[in-house]
């Protein structure tokens, strides 16, 4: 063998090795980031979260702050996880589709479980359960939820309390946030108002006297968290660490201090039960 050859045997030999050097750093880096990111999610180790800014007590901005039950508890949820969370203000017309399509790892708005909505995502455990509300202006003479036919009642678009007006075949009025279901009962362009029990207790009593909370009955399903189709990782970790908090008292804890007097229905348990 030449000297020339020899020498392009050994450039060629090494251009190999470094090749499969490279190719086995490749892989481990690629092992290293699904390591470093077991959720999949937009940022690891952040929990980037859709949520509302208006709707107290469950979830709410409050001194440039986002907290609420809802919030407060996804957050010692995330703890557990060792995860951060972002919490980034949305409408809820649009926080499930945003889920699904990964704009936000969680959506987090006191989000009831139905089959309609299985479609678009998946849920967690449920961590609560909740209360159709009515509200009205107050001197009105509407006092029960049979009362409403033929009336306009405002609903948030999206939400449980439209699915419910519009299969009681009313005449809703979809505003796209809870602030607008209140203006349009001060402004006399709606008559009632179906809220989140909790959510228009509060407002009412926020109001001035202007509105008052009439009936409230039971809604058939609980609520969860809502993460993107498929995310299997992410939905078991978060059922995990509900577990965790529902057994350490936290849950219990945020329970007092958001609803304190709510009486639990006979038969909810939050989480797996298994907590």
């Known amino acids: 063998m030449t000297l020339r050859t020899r020498v392009l045997a050994t450039l060629s030999a090494a251009a190999v090795a470094l090749a499969l050097t490279a190719c ?18 937009a940022q690891p180790g952040v929990l980037r979260t859709g949520t509302l800014t208006d709707a107290p007590p469950n979830v709410y901005l409050k001194d440039g702050k986002f907290t609420g ?49 299985k ?58 946030d809870y602030n607008g279901a209140l203006n349009q009962l001060k402004t006399g362009t709606a ?16 109001s001035g006297g202007k509105v008052v909370s009439v009936a409230k009955k039971l809604s058939e399903n609980g609520m969860a968290y809502a993460v993107a189709p498929g995310n299997d990782k992410l939905r078991e970790a978060l059922n995990k660490g509900l577990d965790e908090v529902i057994a350490d008292g936290t849950w219990k804890k945020l329970v007092d201090q958001y609803y304190p007097g709510r009486e639990i229905p006979d038969g909810f348990v939050p989480g797996s039960g298994k907590g």
């Open 24 to 41: 086995s750093g490749g892989a481990g880096a690629s092992d290293s980031a699904k390591n470093d990111n077991p959720y999949g999610l």
């Open 69 to 117: 039950f809802d919030n407060d508890l996804l957050t010692a949820v995330a703890k557990k996880l060792d995860l951060k969370v972002e919490f980034v203000g949305t409408e809820f017309s649009a926080l499930l589709a945003q889920v699904k399509t990964k704009k936000f790892d969680v959506g987090s708005s006191s989000i009831t479980i139905t089959d309609a909505r």
């Open 119 to 176: 479609k678009t995502v998946d849920f967690t455990n449920k961590y609560d359960f909740g209360y159709l509300g009515l509200e009205v202006p107050a001197g009105s003479s509407i006092t029960s939820f049979d009362q409403l036919k033929g009336k306009r009642v405002a609903v948030v678009q999206g939400t449980v309390q439209d699915d419910y007006a519009t299969h009681e075949g009313l005449d809703p009025v979809r505003v796209p």
């Open 191 to 206: 008559e009632a108002w179906i809220s989140p029990a909790e959510i228009g207790e509060k407002t009412a009593s926020e």
